[in-house]
């Protein structure tokens, strides 16, 4: 399978098939690639080898790797829209995608001074900060924290664990709509803990809104501070 001798480095030729079985769609989007010990076997080389092969692989962006999973073709990118009137399930429903939300943490705490002046409340008042990763068809793609001000949602903790959605959460406490009144967009590097909890490394950078959302009165009622995977989404602001 491979030519030795013929002045083209392994990892070129490695990279090469590997190219070309993706391009001719015997891996598809979202298949595993053999581990690293397989195409060791299969091409008669070290890991290092495969190693390289898979990194450059990964910078063209015909694959991603996954921290304790592996290796994967890489799907279609998620355009995840932010208008006036954002909602994580529909954006992906929309797109046909599977939408899922798991909760990492809900607790009352006290509001620190960017949290307060968002939610034009006093610092030191009582919020509900809730921590949740969603996904899309199962993949990891975001990491959020919500924060939302406790005298107009007393006992959140209770209903929101109950309900597991904050758009029905808010709906039990008389809010029947809000919208988004501002958002903010930075892309930085993680921390260990954001990386981890993205299942991602910590040398890729992510995206990251900050937005408020407000009652049909105008009332800040959520500022949330959402964390989007940069290989798995692409973010649109619309009008």
């Given at each position: ?5 013929n002045?083209v ?43 390289r ?30 208008s006036?009137?954002?909602?994580f ?24 001074p960017?949290?307060a002046e968002?939610l034009?409340?006093e610092?030191?008042e009582?919020?509900?900060r ?6 899309a068809d ?18 959140m903790?209770?209903v ?6 904050v ?14 009144k ?11 803990e ?12 992510v ?11 105008g009332?800040?009622?959520e ?17």
């Amino acid at each position: 399978m491979l030519t030795r001798g013929n002045g083209v480095a392994l990892w070129r030729q490695i990279h090469a098939q590997l190219e070309a079985a993706i391009s001719s769609g015997r891996f598809g989007p979202g298949d595993r690639l053999p581990s690293e010990n397989s195409l060791s076997v299969e091409f008669g080389v070290n890991r290092h080898t495969i190693r390289r092969a898979l990194s450059v692989l990964e910078e063209d962006g015909l694959i991603r790797v996954e921290q304790g999973r592996g290796s994967f073709v890489r799907e279609p990118v998620i355009h995840y829209p932010v208008s006036r009137r954002t909602r994580f399930s529909e954006n992906l429903s929309r797109q046909r995608r599977t939408p899922g939300n798991i909760l990492l943490q809900a607790v009352d705490t006290e509001a620190e001074p960017r949290v307060a002046e968002a939610l034009g409340i006093e610092p030191g008042e009582v919020v509900t900060r809730i921590t949740s990763a969603g996904e899309a068809d199962g993949r990891r793609i975001s990491y959020s924290t919500a924060f939302f001000p406790k005298t107009l949602f007393p006992g959140m903790v209770r209903v929101y664990r109950e309900l597991k959605s904050v758009t029905r959460t808010l709906e039990y406490f008389g809010v029947s709509d809000y919208s988004r009144k501002q958002t903010r967009i930075i892309a930085r590097m993680p921390t260990g803990e954001e990386a981890g909890e993205l299942r991602q490394p910590r040398n890729r950078p992510v995206l990251v809104t900050e937005s408020v959302n407000v009652d049909e009165t105008g009332v800040p009622v959520e500022f949330g501070v959402c964390l989007f995977a940069s290989d798995w989404v692409q973010i649109l602001v619309e009008p």
